[in-house]
Structures are given as C-alpha cells and as structure tokens.
C-alpha cells in the first residue's frame, strides 16, 4: 500500500526527472535517425559538408585535432583515467563498492554504445578526400559518449568527496572541454554525423543520470552494514 506514495516521491526527485527526460530525448533522437527522418539527415548532411571544407581548408588545426581525438580524448584514453580513479578509490579509500559501481557503470556505457551502433547501422560520411577515418557504425558516437560517461562520474565523485571550489571549478572546466571536443572534433574530422555526437552526449548523460540515481538509492547499503 505504500508503494506508489514511494514511487511518486522517486519520480519527484530531480535527478530522476532528468534521467526521464533524458531518456525521451535519447529515445526521439534514435528513432529520427534509425527512420532517416529528411530534416535530420539534411541538417546532418548541410553542418558535415560545411565542417569538412573547413578541415580541408585548414590542415594545420585538422593535424592538432587528430592528436586530440587519438590520444586525449580518444575512447581508450577515457577508460584508462577510469581505471586509475577506481585504483585510487580502492588504494586510499578502501572503497570497494563505489569503484564496482563505478567499472559497472562505465562497462553499462560501453555495452548501450555497442548494442546501439549494431542495432542501427548507421553508415559514417564519406568523402572524396578524408582528412581521417573510422570503422564500425556511426551512431552513437563512442568519443562523445565515452568522455560523457567518465566526465560526469568523475565530476560526481569529486562533488562526493567535497573538493575544494579551486579544483572543482578546474575540473568542471576541464571536463567541459573534453566533453565537448571530444564531439565536435569527430565532425569536424568528417567521421561523424552532428546527430551522431549529440546521440552520444544524451546517452552518456543518460548513464550518468541513471548510475548516480542507482548508487544514491542502492549503492549506500553495502557501506553502511
């Protein structure tokens, strides 16, 4: 009988609006692209042939953007900083729970990322003269999505452990960029669709949104006994 005062207090909650919200964003985004809906992929086509010029046209910046995109921000990279902060979370804090809940939410991240560019098949740009290239389907973009997911749980994690405001105003700063670039560059580069990355933003958000929920309601209990 009490179930559904519960439930009514949980959909209140304002990180569980967000996650909904979210959630139907991801959602419209995916079926746009997976019917080829003609505003979208004509938006896609318009922002990608204008952005490709661009790279052409200034190889200087392609060149930095392709080290940014392979070694900064690439995928890989993201994972690993991942696993430095689950060492350091077990190490210094002995907090095994919290670095579980932090390799499943990002190991959640990586498999919705996969199963989607599998599911919709989605092929990338191509162009008669490529500045860069890319395998695998095209939506979601893993750049966009991976530094989404490992940006905003480590962001959760420093607020957690209450940083003080210089680094947490350098780590916003920083995870913003990345986050950011991460995206942007892929279409830049021209391997990438704009609906591409912000399909991997939402869905990054999305697994951040859902995993802070999920370890503010569950995750507290192994700590506490």
């Known amino acids: 009988m009490h179930l559904v005062p519960h439930l009514r207090r949980s959909v209140r909650h304002p990180a569980v609006r967000?996650?909904?919200?979210?959630?139907?964003?991801?959602?419209?985004?995916?079926t746009l692209v997976a019917v080829d809906w003609h505003p979208l992929i004509a938006l896609d086509g318009d922002i990608a042939r204008a952005t490709h010029r661009w790279a052409v046209d200034e190889p200087g910046l392609t060149h930095a953007f392709r080290i940014l995109t392979?070694?900064?921000?690439?995928?890989?990279?993201?994972?690993?900083?991942?696993?430095?902060?689950?060492?350091?979370?077990?190490?210094?804090?002995?907090?095994?729970?919290?670095?579980?809940?932090?390799?499943?939410?990002?190991?959640?991240?990586?498999?919705?990322?996969?199963?989607l560019k599998a599911a919709v098949g989605r092929a990338r740009p191509v162009w008669p003269d490529p500045v860069d290239s890319a395998h695998y389907a095209a939506f979601p973009s893993g750049h966009a999505m991976t530094?989404?997911?490992?940006?905003?749980?480590?962001?959760?994690?420093?607020?957690?452990?209450?940083?003080?405001?210089?680094?947490?105003?350098?780590?916003?700063?920083v995870a913003?960029?990345?986050?950011?670039?991460?995206?942007?560059?892929?279409?830049?580069?021209?391997?990438?669709?704009?609906?591409d990355v912000l399909g991997g933003w939402l869905l990054g958000a999305l697994v951040v949104t859902v995993a802070v929920v999920s370890y503010e309601r569950f995750g507290r209990l192994p700590e506490r006994r």
């Open 147 to 173: 530094a989404t997911v490992v940006c905003g749980l480590l962001l959760w994690l420093l607020h957690r452990y209450g940083v003080g405001r210089a680094v947490w105003r350098t780590a916003v700063t």
């Open 70 to 115: 392979d070694w900064v921000w690439d995928p890989l990279t993201m994972r690993l900083l991942c696993a430095a902060v689950v060492v350091w979370l077990v190490w210094r804090h002995s907090a095994w729970w919290l670095a579980l809940w932090l390799v499943a939410a990002c190991a959640l991240g990586t498999i919705l990322q996969q199963a």
């Open 176 to 195: 913003v960029v990345s986050v950011a670039g991460a995206g942007l560059t892929r279409i830049w580069l021209g391997v990438h669709w704009p609906s």
């Open 18 to 30: 967000v996650a909904v919200a979210l959630a139907l964003a991801s959602a419209l985004l995916l």
